[in-house]
């Protein structure tokens, strides 16, 4: 039973993720460094975010089986049902806030900030289930586990390798930069904190 509350808890955290990423991508001012390049793909290939998302995803696993070989165990095979429902989650979620076009700069801002905040939470609930993982944090942690590297430096790596990928693939395609922006960069910097945030905050809390 606890362990079906901890699933419980992963699949609402996964879809407040979602909704924080659909949030941020609304406020045009680019979006998270891991949906970076799904984005930029779904703004130039007739496939939606959620697809993008998805293939990207599959692809993390797919390196994380050649990473890892023998390591890799079943429980990393539990990421490709995740993967799909959360592409299908951003995809819902899009949908949802169809009606969300932030107009000035501030609204754009305010509509950042409000995901940032939403994926933060949906992040925390996600490391307070403790049961799996998205591919993106499940790559960073088999490169840390093969070479010894140190977590922190290489989530900020792989995320700036992510909006560095997905800034060139903007400009390739229309010679500019579209779906990466400074809201890139601000959700980068602010979403582990926020999620740190609600860990200290929550669980001061009594029970």
């Not at 130039?44 to 089986?65: D, K, R």
């Not at 305010?110 to 609930?125: R, T």
Request: overall charge positive.
């Amino acid at each position: 039973m606890k362990k079906l509350k901890r699933y419980l808890i992963f699949f609402i955290g996964l879809f407040i993720n979602s909704l924080g990423v659909s949030l941020i991508t609304k406020a045009n001012l680019g979006t998270s460094p891991i949906s970076s390049i799904p984005y930029v793909l779904s703004l130039n290939f007739p496939f939606t975010l959620g697809e993008f998302t998805i293939f990207f995803s599959l692809l993390l696993i797919l390196l994380q089986l050649l990473i890892l070989r023998r390591n890799f165990k079943l429980e990393h095979a539990l990421q490709i049902p995740i993967s799909a429902l959360f592409g299908y989650f951003i995809d819902l979620t899009m949908v949802l806030l169809k009606f969300l076009h932030p107009n000035t700069y501030f609204s754009c801002v305010v509509s950042l900030l409000i995901g940032c905040a939403v994926l933060g939470f949906g992040v925390y609930l996600e490391v307070l289930a403790d049961v799996a993982m998205l591919p993106g944090e499940s790559f960073v942690r088999a490169i840390v586990a093969t070479w010894d590297t140190d977590f922190g430096i290489t989530k900020i790596v792989f995320d700036v390798s992510m909006s560095v990928t997905a800034a060139a693939l903007s400009v390739y395609f229309v010679h500019g930069l579209e779906g990466v922006r400074e809201g890139t960069i601000i959700a980068a910097l602010l979403v582990g904190f926020i999620a740190r945030l609600f860990g200290r905050v929550l669980s001061a809390q009594p029970a």
